[in-house]
């Protein structure tokens, strides 16, 4: 806006400024849908690193063996990013069970209870 005066009396000139912007809505909704997306894949590797990390510390130690074999990968299931987690040590189910005094019966399940991520049963099977 602009002010001038004109015989002792000020007049407001107004000033009107036109901006034209095209936005392609199609393009910027899916720019934000794959940012969105990589954000949340980013989170569901971190929180398997670390639900990976706290069953190998709570697993029972006496050689180290089934506590060293927790690993994780990702993979996309349906075309969603899931985590998952094996132990391929042939007896970790026995542990889970309460075979040994360092850690209580299900313990597997607690800690994916305690953090939050359980979404399916924990299974023990021969299949890798």
Request: without cysteine.
């Amino acid at each position: 806006m602009q002010m001038v005066e004109m015989n002792g009396t000020q007049k407001l000139n107004e000033v009107i400024m036109s901006i034209s912007v095209k936005v392609n809505f199609d393009k910027e909704i899916n720019r934000i849908q794959e940012e969105a997306y990589s954000l949340a894949e980013a989170t569901i590797s971190e929180r398997t690193a670390f639900t990976t990390e706290a069953l190998r510390s709570v697993t029972p130690v006496d050689t180290g063996f089934a506590a060293s074999r927790w690993k994780y990968k990702m993979i996309k299931i349906n075309g969603e990013l899931v985590g998952k987690i094996d132990n391929d040590a042939p007896y970790i189910g026995i542990l889970n069970a309460g075979h040994s005094k360092q850690a209580p019966p299900f313990f597997i399940e607690q800690v994916l209870l305690t953090i939050g991520e359980v979404s399916a049963p924990v299974k023990f099977s021969e299949n890798k």
